[in-house]
């Protein structure tokens, strides 16, 4: 069954690095996301990408995320600067197309920002 | 997004139908209920999801009520690798795309 991948599983990093995420979405789908969650707290909206460009991003993807997709098959998830409240899991989601459709997460990788 | 409702906490005994119920009152008419469950910290993993008919697939049941208000989750036989944090969600079928998770219901299966 295909699924969405992601590497590395755990990154730490010094605080004021810059740190990019990678995810290779499942082959065939066209929506893409960007999702965190810091220890213990919800699951939490970043950004959403289709057709080469952000489609909607949440009040935490400030100037210091950026997201793309870099050739057919990763998308990227890069923060410029990163402090200690970037500490938590990010999980990739890819979907065939939007509404009904099921997104289908990655494993996650957790960053730690010490 | 309309908002849900779940109690936090359930337990359910191993190779028991396990009942989670959700709350969703303000869903408007172009909104489906999404469940979907978190195992551990891994990425969390649809379920299933509905508008208004009930729906049936390998995982499990979804029953919604008439008015929509409400609808209930079930695991026919659960097993110890259910014991997950499960989410019920609400989304437009059209519009915003991003899933809105709330703080969910924690289903531990007892052995």
């Known amino acids: 069954e295909p699924e969405v991948t992601q590497t590395p599983s755990h990154q730490v990093t010094q605080m004021g690095q810059e740190v990019i995420l990678r995810c290779v979405p499942i082959s065939n789908h066209l929506y893409f996301y960007w999702y965190r969650q810091i220890l213990g707290q919800k699951v939490e909206f970043l950004v959403s990408?289709?057709?080469?460009?952000?489609?909607?991003k949440s009040e935490i993807f400030d100037d210091q995320f950026s997201v793309e997709r870099p050739d057919g098959s990763n998308f990227t998830l890069k923060i410029r600067s990163t402090k200690l409240e970037d500490s938590a899991m990010y999980f990739c989601?890819?979907?065939?197309?939007?509404?009904?459709?099921?997104?289908?997460f990655g494993p996650g990788t957790r960053l730690t920002v010490l | 997004d309309a908002k849900t409702t779940q109690p936090p906490s359930m337990d359910c005994a191993e190779g028991r139908a396990a009942n989670l119920p959700c709350n969703h009152s303000?869903?408007?008419?172009?909104?489906?209920v999404y469940w979907y469950r978190q195992i551990h910290s891994q990425g969390p993993q649809y379920i299933i999801h509905g508008l208004k008919n009930n729906e049936t697939n390998e995982m499990a049941s979804l029953i919604i009520t008439e008015d929509r208000k409400s609808s209930t989750l079930i695991l026919p036989h659960a097993t110890l690798r259910d014991t997950a944090v499960y989410y019920c969600?609400?989304?437009?079928?059209?519009?915003?795309?991003?899933?809105?998770f709330g703080t969910g219901t924690r289903l531990t299966i007892i052995p």
């Open positions: 990408f289709y057709n080469n460009e952000i489609s909607e």
């Open positions: 303000t869903i408007s008419g172009n909104e489906y």
């Open positions: 969600i609400v989304r437009a079928f059209f519009g915003n795309e991003k899933l809105t």
């Open positions: 989601a890819s979907a065939l197309r939007t509404s009904v459709n099921e997104q289908f």
